[in-house]
């Protein structure tokens, strides 16, 4: 089994290899991961694990705490006699965005007190440069950095000096070790040098003036500054999950006793009736019952057009009624919803690894103790050579400017990104190596009906009057077959009103007979009403008057998805071939295949032949994709490289494949390979700018080229660009 937990305390990729090892040493853990941009912690276990067991693990590590994550109650505020506030304090619902946002304040509180400091510390750097200060100013500031340097070390630089004292202790290594060690030896040094300057003649000539206080004010201020905006951005990447769980409604109309009573969401049982007022949310998943209106299904679906649901059609909990009334009965509660279903996999997908991030994993874990030991052999190369401020130089210089943070953020950045911008266009990402695999794929196969089709039938063309529709919908409005319906739909798209009809009698296999005003009339197969035989590739209905001529004939088919030829279109831009494969016969499958632009149509095929058609075409080397309903064709979206699941409404199967395109069309099929790529390259980006940032940096900060204060401005804005250049994936 799988158990995520929130984790507290981390500042860099450094913490989260640190932590994956701690955790992964456990007895009874048999793998664990950490997601340094979700901040979660994910353990694989086959036993439970007490929460305190975890945390006695992680404490000789200093400063990393687990805690329990909670997305739903299954409990009401009332009926835990608690306020609505502190029933979601109890329970954890918001606790982490609110956690973000107070450590995002903490942040900005320090940085509004260090900024301007900074700037005066900046000022006074130029002004020593470049201008020559009067003998009484020069010894102004020369009083005032000092000042100035310690509050900034000693109050907004507390984390850095624990990350450093957690060192001491415990010899574990991470960014808040190299800032505060790089940090404090510049103030102790340029505290040592002011002082020794009170005593005449005991400041070697090499060191006079040489101080370090700008640096530190700077550096300790950069990088709070650049932490402060990593928070900021963090809050806005995972905004996806918070906007779906705004969609719950909280209270629920529910019939008892004949009468309607507004009670808890959590309250509600299945099977409960609920009615639904114009306007308002729909509670939970259900079918309706009675009455019928228009859903705004947008936020749930991606579908921006309202859909007309009636009697016996499913509504989804979270989506919204436009114009009528309705009610409906109560199908799934808490966890078992759609919504909820939909938050789980996006949380699951958001704290995924990509198959990429492994390579980033093993890097963090020696990036700290290598710098560390890099920076003191520049220390003491330098002193050797005769510059111990140039040794102080470089080991300050180079302690700053590593930042594992820019290396840690690439790639979950970039993946909590997509997967959020995905949720909000109906397109559900199971996991991260799901989005990285899609663009990868160079084969789709696609199932006919439901994927290329609508999976319904629906008249083609019809050759007869209104009245004799009319006739043909009453005698069909008592048929069970699928293809009634299909007639009877295409009656209501023209406002016309079934005809009675009486003494009822089906033909199995061939038709319906039936009276409508005291004639008798034949409804069914060209052979079964006496028809001339129909040579055209779709089903044929026809209607006659008992032992009489033909009055109108109908064709139906499963016809194909209005925007199937054009998603088509936009695959084969993408450089994808499209197979599809079909229960039908060879001639019925090359028909659809014609009419859209696939490559190539494959008839006859039952589900469990679809698994041997994957694997036959991943032995001729072929990255396949599977699109199918994610229920019958299970084994293929599982044997499948990337399986893709085309859902609508509560049939949705999750489970089944890695991707599920809630509306249940190809265009989202299209925009999820783009944000594939999209994403793909967003990683490559970051990885390049985080690893040419460290390649560069350290080198050049060992050899003084780089000063401490550029270092420190440097470790920020990498840290910072990394994740501005994965928000542009929310576009």
Not at 121 to 139: C, K, N, Q, R, T
Not at 227 to 244: G, H, M, N, Q
């Amino acid at each position: 089994m799988k158990t995520t937990y929130q984790l507290h305390g981390m500042t860099c990729a450094s913490c989260a290899a640190l932590v994956t090892k701690t955790l992964k040493s456990i007895d009874g853990i048999n793998d664990a991961s950490v997601n340094f941009a979700t901040e979660t912690a994910t353990v694989e276990h086959d036993e439970p694990i007490a929460l305190d067991t975890l945390n006695t693990s992680l404490a000789p590590l200093g400063k990393y705490s687990l805690s329990e994550r909670h997305m739903h109650s299954e409990s009401s505020a009332s009926s835990m006699g608690m306020t609505e506030d502190e029933h979601r304090a109890h329970t954890g619902i918001g606790q982490t965005k609110a956690a973000k946002i107070a450590a995002a304040n903490a942040l900005r509180s320090q940085i509004r007190i260090g900024i301007p400091l900074a700037v005066i510390a900046s000022l006074i750097m130029v002004l020593d440069l470049f201008v020559a200060m009067p003998l009484l100013l020069e010894e102004f500031f020369h009083h005032l950095l000092p000042i100035m340097a310690t509050y900034v070390l000693f109050v907004i630089g507390v984390p850095y000096l624990k990350g450093l004292w957690r060192f001491i202790r415990t010899g574990h290594a991470d960014m808040d070790t190299l800032v505060g060690l790089g940090t404090l030896t510049a103030f102790l040094a340029s505290f040592e040098i002011s002082v020794t300057e009170l005593v005449p003649d005991t400041l070697p000539a090499v060191l006079e003036g040489v101080t370090y206080y700008e640096a530190t004010i700077i550096i300790i201020v950069f990088i709070t500054l650049g932490k402060y905006l990593e928070a900021k951005s963090k809050i806005t990447a995972s905004d996806a999950i918070e906007k779906l769980l705004e969609l719950s409604a909280k209270t629920a109309l529910v019939i008892r006793d004949g009468v309607a009573v507004e009670i808890a969401i959590s309250e509600v049982v299945v099977g409960d009736i609920i009615r639904v007022l114009p306007g308002t949310k729909i509670p939970l998943d259900g079918v309706i019952v009675e009455g019928d209106s228009y859903l705004d299904e947008a936020l749930v679906t991606g579908e921006p057009d309202p859909t007309h649901k009636g009697a016996g059609d499913t509504v989804i909990g979270g989506t919204l009624n436009t114009t009528g009334s309705f009610t409906f009965r109560t199908t799934a509660v808490g966890s078992d919803t759609m919504l909820a279903r939909i938050v789980q996999m996006v949380e699951d997908a958001q704290g995924s690894k990509a198959p990429i991030e492994a390579l980033v994993d093993k890097i963090s874990a020696v990036f700290t103790p290598t710098v560390l030991a890099i920076a003191v052999l520049a220390l003491i190369i330098w002193s050797v050579l005769g510059s111990p401020v140039l040794g102080l130089t470089a080991f300050v210089t180079v302690l700053v400017i590593a930042c594992p943070c820019a290396l840690g953020l690439a790639t979950p950045m970039s993946i909590v990104t997509a997967v959020g911008t995905a949720a909000r266009r109906g397109i559900l990402i199971k996991d991260a190596a799901s989005l990285e695999l899609l663009a990868l794929a160079d084969t789709i196969v696609v199932d006919k009906t439901g994927t290329i089709t609508k999976g319904a039938p629906e008249v083609i063309d019809f050759d007869g009057t209104d009245e004799t529709l009319a006739i043909l919908a009453g005698i069909e409005s008592h048929s069970e077959h699928p293809l009634a319906r299909g007639v009877l739909t295409y009656a209501k798209s023209r406002n016309i009103t079934p005809a009675t009809a009486t003494n009822i009698e089906a033909v199995k296999g061939k038709g319906i007979i039936g009276v409508v005003a005291g004639v008798a009339y034949k409804v069914g197969s060209t052979a079964f009403v006496g028809a001339r035989e129909d040579t055209t590739p779709y089903t044929t209905i026809c209607i006659a008057r008992e032992g009489g001529q033909v009055l109108a004939t109908l064709h139906i088919a499963d016809a194909v998805k209005d925007n199937a030829k054009d998603a088509i279109t936009a695959l084969h831009k993408l450089g994808k071939k499209v197979i599809m494969l079909s229960g039908d016969d060879q001639a019925t499958a090359d028909r659809i295949a014609r009419e859209v632009g696939i490559d190539t149509a494959i008839g006859g095929v039952l589900p469990a032949d679809k698994y041997e058609h994957i694997i036959r075409l991943q032995s001729e080397g072929r990255k396949v994709a599977m699109v199918g309903d994610g229920v019958n064709d299970a084994p293929a979206l599982a044997q499948a490289d990337i399986g893709v699941a085309m859902a609508t409404g509560t049939d949705v199967a999750i489970e089944s494949a890695g991707i599920t395109l809630l509306h249940g069309d190809l265009d989202r099929l299209v925009q999820a390979i783009k944000l594939s790529k999209r994403t793909r390259a967003n990683i490559r980006q970051n990885l390049f700018f985080a690893f040419m940032y460290n390649t560069l940096g350290i080198p050049l900060a060992a050899l003084t080229i780089l000063p401490p204060v550029f270092a420190g401005f440097a470790m920020a804005a990498s840290s910072v660009s990394v994740v501005g250049n994965a928000l542009r994936l929310k576009k």
